[in-house]
Nanobody
Framework: QLQLVESGGGLVQPGGSLRLSCAAS????????MNWVRQAPGKGLEWVST???????YYSDSVKGRFTISRDSAKNMVYLQLNSLKTEDAAMYHC???????????????WGKGTLVTISS
């Protein structure tokens, strides 16, 4: 079965760090672009970061310079390192697989249930 399972979320203080993980299974991981998307309570989906099959990375302006996306093809894993966390970073973080149609949520055909990042102030 096709699955994405996130982990690593938790409660951190402003300025703190977390490392989120996404375990992929049921598909050929190496040929798909992967994404991190987040959603805060009462807010819409917000794209955070993308890593393509060549390892090229992309970030939203709100996280650029603070977050780092990476992938490990041998382990079928995607990671998101969150540094210098701000209160506005609090959200449910999902990883998602692309199936063409890059640049839109419509092109993400497989989503994990998410891992929750909570920021205390």
């Amino acid at each position: 079965q096709l699955q994405l399972v996130e982990s690593g979320g938790g409660l951190v203080q402003p300025g703190g760090s977390l490392r989120l993980s996404c375990a992929a299974s049921g598909f050929t991981f190496t040929i798909y672009t992967m994404n991190w998307v987040r959603q805060a309570p009462g807010k819409g989906l917000e794209w955070v970061s993308t890593i393509d099959t060549a390892g090229i990375t992309y970030y939203s302006d709100s996280v650029k310079g603070r977050f780092t996306i990476s992938r490990d093809s041998a382990k079928n894993m995607v990671y998101l390192q969150l540094n210098s966390l701000k209160t506005e970073d609090a959200a449910m973080y999902h990883c998602a697989k692309n199936h063409g149609e890059y640049g839109s949520f419509d092109g993400m055909d497989l989503w994990g249930k998410g891992t929750l990042v909570t920021i205390s102030s």
